[in-house]
């Protein structure tokens, strides 16, 4: 049971490339989040998926989409990368109250 | 005014003290409410959840809630170097179609000195 595991840990990108981070569950959840967490910001709600199939915005939506392929799995994606997206992503289950985070991924945008 | 809202610190107390974290937020209707804990480069972990009006007590951390005031607080009783790390407070909204959706503060940063 590895909870929810990110893929990469780490990225570096040159302004206007694309690329989707990766997030997958095994806990059954049947929502799921990404966040960014910008220094002195706390942790700032970008997408959210109720349910399968389903996906919504959150606070800061600008530059991403995502898509929630299955029960398990939920992307993001930056399709033009600003370096005002460098930041630390985090995908989180919710299992009744409790969300459950992921490792993270470190972004850099150059 | 930001919803939710934390003194960022950070807050340096001695092992075996008293921590005590506060924590605002501005929609009143908010009915959930959270502290996680988050360790220098890693994810956050939940620590306590509280409902209701009141105090919640687990293991040596203490919630409180005082909806009137629109006021969260953790108390860390014998606060150990270990308890060093950043404690975001984090609220659902109200609202039938929240999801679950959480707004968090910005975070204290709580160092425990020996």
């Known amino acids: 049971n590895a909870g929810v595991t990110q893929t990469p840990k780490f990225q570096v990108l040159k302004t206007g490339q694309s690329m989707t981070l990766q997030c997958a569950q095994d806990?059954?959840?049947?929502?799921m989040y990404w966040y960014r967490q910008d220094p002195g910001m706390g942790l700032r709600l970008i997408y959210y998926?109720?349910?399968?199939?389903?996906?919504d915005k959150g606070e800061v939506p600008n530059g991403y989409n995502v898509s929630r392929l299955n029960k398990r799995e939920f992307s993001l994606r930056l399709e033009s990368a600003a370096p005002s997206q460098t930041s630390v992503y985090f995908c989180?289950?919710?299992?009744?109250?409790?969300?459950?985070f992921g490792p993270g991924t470190r972004l850099l945008v150059l | 005014q930001k919803e939710v809202e934390q003194n960022s610190g950070p807050l340096s107390v001695p092992e075996g003290a008293i921590a005590s974290l506060n924590c605002t937020y501005s929609?009143?209707?908010?009915?959930?409410f959270f502290w996680y804990r988050q360790y220098s480069g890693k994810s956050p972990e939940l620590i306590m959840s509280?409902?209701?009006?009141g105090d919640k007590e687990d293991g040596r951390f203490t919630a409180q809630l005082n909806k009137a005031s629109q006021y969260v607080s953790l108390l860390i009783r014998d606060s150990q170097p270990s308890d060093s790390a950043t404690y975001l407070c984090?609220?659902?909204?109200?609202?039938?179609?929240?999801?679950?959706?959480?707004?968090f503060g910005q975070g204290t940063i709580l160092t425990v000195h020996p």
């Open positions: 998926s109720a349910s399968e199939g389903t996906t």
């Open positions: 806990m059954n959840h049947n929502s």
């Open positions: 989180a289950g919710r299992q009744g109250e409790t969300q459950y």
């Open positions: 984090a609220v659902v909204n109200a609202g039938g179609t929240s999801y679950g959706k959480l707004t």
């Open positions: 509280i409902y209701s009006n």
């Open positions: 929609d009143r209707g908010s009915q959930s």
